[in-house]
């Protein structure tokens, strides 16, 4: 019998619209550890990058024979269901990518220790303005925020 388990993810970068979500196998010692939401770090091309598990399930895409593993997990979970789900709307109702919508969703995640010292200081100076990356698209925000509403 088969318990392998399969994690549907969505990449932590810009892709085209074809593109966005993506089969990878989980590891039998990560089966116990991960769930719907969890930032993760998969091997995809020639890197490593992170991506957000959307939906775990007992078998990959039929378009896919052999899935990559999950190389591992943050251990923080970046958005809740209920946010998943508003983000495949957002991506399907402005014509966008999942993978996109995610990117322009999400903090920006700090990579090396020098960008975490640098993003501390930013929060912690009262006389920064900081900028902060809001998805908009082709709508007025107002419409956004009612829309957005109905999902919370």
Known sequence: MNNKKYAEIVPILRLPKRLGVFDYSIPEELCNTISIGDRVTMPFGKKNIDGIVTAIKNSASEKIPHAKDIISIYGE???MPYQIKLAFWMAQYYFQSPASVFNAILPKIPKRKKEQMQTSFIAESPN???NKKIFIGS???RRLAN???TYI
């Open 128 to 130: 920064v303005k900081q």
């Open 139 to 141: 709508l007025d925000s």
């Open 77 to 79: 979970k970046l958005l």
């Open 147 to 149: 829309e957005i509403s």
